[in-house]
């Protein structure tokens, strides 16, 4: 009868409680980050905006949208000694390596390019702007 010896790699769960979220970046954003002069980001809420902005100093503004996913991704750690539960056989050892499960992500931040905005020419009153065609 066969049997099976490897046991495989033990998961644990153990949350941290902090509230992670995935951050896709576009191609260009992540060229300009991995350069040796990267530029610094802010992040911001406008004002007149309906979600929060990522800017580029000098360039590029791009809003941040969630997106939800239906596949969960895991961020884990390497454990390098885990105790295993109490046994009753005293024969048995802890278990040595693993992963632990620190927070599952069930949603992704897109960064979605932004157009400049155009300053938008005063407008005036309504008897103003009809009085002038007359």
């Known amino acids: 009868m066969p049997t099976q010896e490897d046991t495989g790699i033990p ?11 995935l951050l896709e970046l576009p191609p260009e954003l992540e060229s300009l980050l991995d350069s040796p002069t990267a ?7 406008p004002d007149d ?3 929060a902005q990522l800017s580029v100093d000098g360039g590029q503004t ?12 895991f ?7 885990i105790d295993a539960p109490p046994s ?10 693993g992963m ?3 927070a ?11 157009a400049p905005t155009q300053q938008q020419k005063a407008k005036g009153k309504w008897h103003e702007r009809f009085g002038r065609n007359r």
């Open 49 to 51: 905006a309906t979600s």
């Open 39 to 45: 530029p610094v980001l802010y992040l911001k809420q």
């Open 88 to 97: 009753e056989d005293p024969s048995d050892e802890p278990t040595e390596g």
């Open 62 to 73: 791009y809003a941040l949208q969630q997106k939800n996913t239906s596949n969960a991704l």
């Open 11 to 21: 998961i644990f769960s153990a949350p941290d409680g902090r509230g992670y979220r």
């Open 104 to 114: 599952t992500l069930h949603e992704t931040i897109e960064l979605i390019v932004q």
């Open 75 to 81: 961020l884990l750690a390497p454990t390098a000694s």
């Open 100 to 102: 632990t499960i620190l």
